[in-house]
């Protein structure tokens, strides 16, 4: 495989993709990175699968613009409900992100785990045919209403967030769940919250190392590394950047485009 110096493409709803973006950065640090965060349109959950596809078509346009050689959907809802279009729509590779079901499945002793996704997940026909795979293990299913919206607006240590987290824990505690899986690329920046409240015994999963190596997989069969070493990742954002440049501890420039 010829090397490919051109940038991989990631995008999300908002700031939450970042999580995917540390995950590549981490595993391929000489890949140039652009990620875009269409904040603007937080959180994808509430839209509906018409609007979703047209959003990613529309972040994947925009990247593709910028001769992106793959493009990472660093978003659950728009993976579950837009990757099968975006793969018809565009030759070059579309790795997805769909919460870490199998896992956790796996790896459970008490056959009961809790996902905790936005409303676009979790009804989307794709993780229904994920979840219909595990007719064994008790599967406990929460929409995080409001959580992405109170990570854009970088209020992740709000008392309105620990409220709202513990409402949504507390019922899968009971539950006996041993494994909870975050389903929402946001959601990763609430661990430190999360485990405030999860007795220890309760493993959290994420999918930012499954798609790293997802990443890694199809460059090397597919597409080919890049030559050059430890690119600078671009942001760009169509939002006020002060979160995003905060989420990134303001070690990158943030670029606000109209978008």
Request: charge should be negative; include cysteine.
């Amino acid at each position: 495989m010829n090397s490919n110096n051109q940038p991989i493409g990631i995008f999300d709803s908002g700031i939450g993709g970042t999580s995917i973006w540390k995950a590549i950065h981490q595993l391929l640090p000489n890949e140039k990175t652009i990620y875009l965060a269409d904040s603007k349109n937080a959180p994808y959950g509430q839209k509906s699968k018409q609007e979703i596809i047209a959003l990613s078509m529309k972040n994947t346009d925009f990247l593709l613009e910028m001769n992106c050689k793959l493009i990472v959907v660093a978003c659950n809802t728009a993976t579950t409900n837009a990757i099968q279009e975006l793969r018809a729509k565009y030759d070059v590779p579309i790795i997805g992100i769909e919460p870490a079901i199998k896992p956790a499945v796996t790896h459970s002793k008490t056959q009961i785990i809790g996902i905790l996704a936005t409303k676009g997940t979790l009804n989307s026909e794709l993780f229904n045919k994920t979840t219909e795979k595990y007719q064994d293990t008790k599967i406990i299913e929460q929409v995080g209403h409001g959580l992405v919206q109170l990570i854009e607006n970088g209020d992740i240590d709000s008392p309105e967030m620990t409220e709202l987290l513990h409402s949504y824990l507390t019922p899968m505690i009971e539950a006996n769940i041993d494994y909870l899986v975050l389903g929402c690329s946001h959601y990763p920046y609430l661990i430190p919250q999360i485990k405030k409240i999860l007795p220890e015994h309760i493993q959290i999963i994420d999918s930012g190392e499954a798609v790293a190596k997802q990443t890694r997989n199809i460059l090397r069969d597919k597409v080919g590394f890049s030559s050059a070493e430890n690119s600078e990742p671009v942001f760009y954002t169509n939002t006020n950047p002060k979160v995003l440049t905060e989420i990134l501890e303001n070690k990158y420039l943030v670029e606000e485009i109209a978008f």
